[in-house]
């Protein structure tokens, strides 16, 4: 295990039972390097949308827990956030969620010289993700997507 795994996981468990604790959901925990500085972020929702007090009220707990532990070595941001509404889809639960929904997915090689393909998620599981693409199934090797994401529809 990478130590970035490691402190996604270590803050992972230290976040959950305080966002359960809110009333709220943990959507996913990263720990990632940006122009140079490394960023420690939590994102939260509930029904209806997280608001920025529930970020800082969330935040201001979370804080305190990762000065107690001090596992991470490097120096680091921390935020907490709302997945927003292109969140991607990176657990089942996401998934389930999403069953019937438009989404936009992203290979990391052209398919059919595409890169980007849009449609309605009907089926998933462990290695394949299938979307009705304009009445056609197109079915999707895990393996080759790089992102799939609801699509925001205006």
């Known amino acids: 295990m990478s130590r970035r795994e490691e402190y996604q996981q270590r803050a992972e468990a230290l976040l959950a039972p305080i966002v359960e604790e809110q ?10 390097k940006e122009a140079g500085c490394w960023y ?6 509930k029904p209806g949308g997280i608001t920025v007090n529930d970020c800082e009220a969330v935040s201001r ?19 907490i956030s709302s997945p927003g509404l292109d969140r991607p889809l990176k657990k089942e639960k996401d998934f389930a969620r999403s069953l019937g929904k438009l989404v936009e997915i992203r290979t990391y090689r052209p398919i059919e010289k595409q890169k980007e393909f849009c449609g309605v998620l009907t089926a998933y599981d462990g290695n394949s993700v299938t979307i009705d693409e304009d009445g056609q199934n197109r079915v999707f090797d895990r393996k080759e997507i790089a992102l799939i994401r609801l699509a925001i529809q205006f």
Do not use: H, N, P
């Open 61 to 79: 707990i979370f804080s305190d827990k990762l000065d107690e532990q001090d596992f991470i070595e490097d120096s680091y941001i921390m935020e």
């Open 23 to 32: 009333g709220f959901e943990l959507v996913d925990v990263e720990y990632v």
């Open 40 to 45: 420690l972020r939590g994102y939260i929702d």
